[in-house]
């Protein structure tokens, strides 16, 4: 299959390749092409960026948490009608885990045989870009390295010093601007429904970049086998809950086509707002409960999780649904929560936790099958305090989890994990299995 792909890479973090991949993907559906985006890397925020500008969901592309089969499989399927592929690359673009090349930008540019856009940041340089980008294309040549967008330059006569004697061909020089800047807060970006700073992004590329000279690079990517590896979707069979408001927001698309795909229809619904809605098992993903603690703790969800899950209804918490799902989170003040696991939460103002994570399911207190091995990501400014007495069914080869060297903390029929799970068939199929199950008691 012939996919028209480029990478949007960085020489490093802050150098405007999110600004920069964001405009492209919105300067070309302006124009008319269908773009499916992606994202290197775990995070859950670009992405949220990117949907709302393509209107196509976009996925994750990650060799750690889903092997380099799985990256392919991931793209082509998302892949489908879509005229071009824009994939947002991550850190720095040979920037891998523990200072090697796995998982970096240019491992996902092998992986997919695609050719890369290097975003160069050209604050306080003139000549020295040259060097830089010399490096870059020297340094691998396995990648293919198309070409270069040069951000925040200067004055015409600081791109005049720069512009001559480029080792790749030039496809913008986009002026320095505070105008397009997307607002932080303590996990990253904030989520696309809270900002409206990627609107001018789609102009500012059109204006200073040369979109046909992306589109033909993106078309010079070549073959890439095909390799599917989601089943195809099963009727269905039961009902699983998925928190999606505010509070709740953080999923990899791959893990809900995964749960659709062995049978369970998705029923979104907000714990801010909603009662909780007839369904056989519940997911609380990732996000900031941090910030809506009061309403949390009087929301008439908060207590219909704890009596379904008293009544057997299984239950998977991420994260901030692991801190959902204790007694009490502490942050200013002290707030009760569902209190279905056993342990209290309190916000640090400080990282706890920030990387990849594997593990192997152990013992049988939990709806997972024993021996499964998971991956995932870990990102978190809260820490966990459980009970003397609490039991945990993850052991950890890498990261931190809720203790040292331990995640997942189970009681009667929930979970909670500090790791952000990237689904693998196993999990996605106990995971229903239990909602079934649940459905016929």
């Known amino acids: 299959m012939t996919i028209p792909r480029i990478i949007i890479a960085g020489t490093h973090s802050g150098c405007g390749k999110t600004t920069v991949a964001s405009g492209i993907m919105g300067a070309l559906v302006k124009s008319g092409y269908v773009v499916q985006p992606f994202k290197v890397g775990p995070d859950f925020i670009d992405p949220t960026h990117h949907t709302r500008i393509c209107g196509r969901v976009s996925r994750n592309i990650d060799p750690f948490m889903m092997g380099d089969k799985g990256c392919i499989s991931t793209f082509i399927n998302a892949s489908e009608d879509a005229d071009i592929a824009i994939i947002e690359g991550v850190m720095g673009m040979y920037d891998g885990i523990d200072g090697t090349d796995l998982s970096s930008t240019a491992h996902v540019a092998r992986i997919l045989q695609a050719p890369v856009i290097l975003v160069v940041d050209a604050k306080g340089m003139s000549r020295s870009i040259h060097a830089l980008i010399k490096g870059f294309v020297d340094y691998d040549p396995t990648i293919t390295i198309a070409g270069v967008i040069v951000n925040r330059t200067g004055s015409p006569r600081h791109r005049n010093m720069m512009e001559s004697s480029l080792a790749v061909p030039s496809f913008g020089w986009i002026p320095r601007s505070d105008e397009i800047a997307m607002k932080s807060r303590h996990l990253g970006l904030v989520m696309a429904h809270e900002s409206d700073s990627h609107s001018g992004m789609g102009s500012l590329i059109a204006e200073h970049c040369d979109l046909d000279a992306i589109v033909s690079a993106a078309r010079n990517a070549p073959f ?51 009662r909780l809605p007839p369904v056989d098992a519940l997911y609380l993903g990732g996000g900031y409960p941090e910030l809506f603690l009061p309403q949390l703790e009087s929301a008439a969800c908060t207590q219909e999780i704890r009596k379904a899950a008293d009544g057997g209804l299984p239950v998977f918490g991420e994260c ?88 997942g903390l189970a009681a009667s029929n929930a979970l909670g994990l500090y790791t952000h799970s990237y689904f693998n068939p196993a999990f996605a199929r106990d995971f229903v299995d239990a909602a079934i199950s649940f459905s016929r008691t």
């Open 320 to 407: 901030g649904g692991l801190m959902y799902l204790t007694r009490e989170i502490t942050g200013e003040s002290t707030y009760r929560m569902t209190g279905i696991l056993p342990a209290v939460a309190e916000m640090t103002g400080r990282i706890q936790a920030l990387g990849y994570v594997k593990g192997t399911v152990v013992g049988t207190e939990s709806f997972l099958t024993p021996g499964q091995v998971m991956t995932g990501h870990e990102f978190h400014y809260s820490r966990l305090i459980p009970d003397n007495d609490a039991r945990f069914i993850l052991n950890l080869s890498r990261g931190k989890g809720i203790a040292e060297g331990q995640d």
């Open 224 to 274: 890439l086998p095909t390799r599917y590896e989601f089943p195809e979707q099963t009727p269905v069979r039961t009902r699983i809950g998925i928190a999606n408001d505010n509070a709740f927001c953080f999923y990899y698309q791959d893990n809900l086509d995964r749960l659709m795909g062995n049978g369970a229809e998705l029923v979104f619904f907000s714990p801010l707002q909603d």
